[in-house]
Nanobody, 125 residues
């Protein structure tokens, strides 16, 4: 089981980026996928999640209205579209899979079963 996150980079405040997380080794269409982020010296925090079936989405208050999580189950890929980026969005972003069930949801990182390697997002002011 492998998760490969990509799409990070350097962007000016107000700009946009789209992160991708490609899963391999197993079909993840039945499972919830989550995005988390971490800055040095801080704990990893929940950003967004999307359920396996039906595609219900969940967002942290700090990104609601700016970020959109989606998935393409045919490609085993989850996306995080990030708009109106702010300097405080700067972090390493991680994707993860929660395998409790197709409609399960959690914002607790300890519940997630597999993690990608992270991709750096830097937003300049």
């Amino acid at each position: 089981v492998q998760l490969q996150a990509s799409g990070g980079g350097l962007v000016q405040a107000g700009g946009s980026l789209r992160l991708s997380c490609a899963a391999s080794g197993r079909t993840f269409s039945s499972y919830t996928m989550g995005w988390f982020r971490q800055t040095p010296g801080k704990e990893r925090e929940f950003v967004a999640a999307i359920s396996g079936r039906g595609g219900s989405t969940y967002y942290a208050d700090s990104v609601k209205g700016r970020f959109t999580c989606s998935r393409d189950n045919a490609k085993n890929t989850v996306y995080l579209q990030m708009n109106s980026l702010k300097p405080e969005d700067t972090a390493v972003y991680y994707c993860a899979v929660y395998m409790a069930g197709p409609y399960a949801y959690t914002a607790d990182e300890s519940d997630y079963d597999y993690w990608g390697q992270g991709t750096q997002v830097t937003v300049s002011s």
